[in-house]
């Protein structure tokens, strides 16, 4: 299933219900993840379930696809993820140097990301904070995180914007 994203020279192999927000013409593009959509595979056969029903590979973090009448495939690397159960904004690039330097600011935290919840019930207070240090584990192209437990220091702040 392919859309097309708003610059009409672009085809994307997009999942059902995975729109394109915008393009940069420096090659930025952002995309809406719905819910239970995987920014990328994480098996082999997820391909349907994730961002892009593209191939994915791993060690380079992009996918590739190829359109008919082209010799070269296309490329679209990933500049941040979320959980299947997220729904959110997922940056990516289509120009590999630009790809490298936004993982950098990212790497270097010069990139703010802010999230918000919409849940149900009322926390105690009207803003908290909390610090935890991440252990983090790497093992066949997926990152998992456990808070307390690790050496990578990690800090959210919460509040409430409406009640």
């Known amino acids: 299933m392919s859309e097309t ?9 997009l999942r059902r219900n995975v729109t394109v927000i ?28 994730s961002l892009l029903t593209a ?3 791993f060690d380079g973090e992009f996918f590739e696809w190829n359109l008919e009448g082209e010799a070269a495939p296309r490329r679209l690397w990933l500049l941040n993820r979320l959980d299947s159960a997220t729904s959110g904004v997922i940056l990516a690039a289509t120009d590999p140097n630009l790809a490298s ?3 950098a600011q990212f790497k ?28 983090i584990q790497k093992r066949g192209g997926q990152i998992r995180a456990a808070a307390s437990a690790g050496h990578v220091p990690a800090e959210s702040r919460m509040s409430v914007v409406r009640a």
């Not at 915008?22 to 379930?49: I, Y």
């Open 5 to 13: 994203a708003s610059s009409a020279d672009e085809t994307w192999p």
């Open 22 to 49: 915008a393009r940069d013409p420096n090659g930025l593009v952002a995309f809406s993840k719905p819910a239970g959509v995987l920014s990328h595979p994480n098996a082999e056969g997820d391909e349907p379930r």
């Open 55 to 57: 191939r994915y590979d």
């Open 101 to 103: 330097e936004i993982r």
């Open 108 to 135: 270097r935290k010069q990139v703010r990301k802010v999230y918000h919840a919409l849940v149900f019930g009322a926390p105690r207070q009207a803003m908290e904070l909390w610090r935890d240090l991440l252990a």
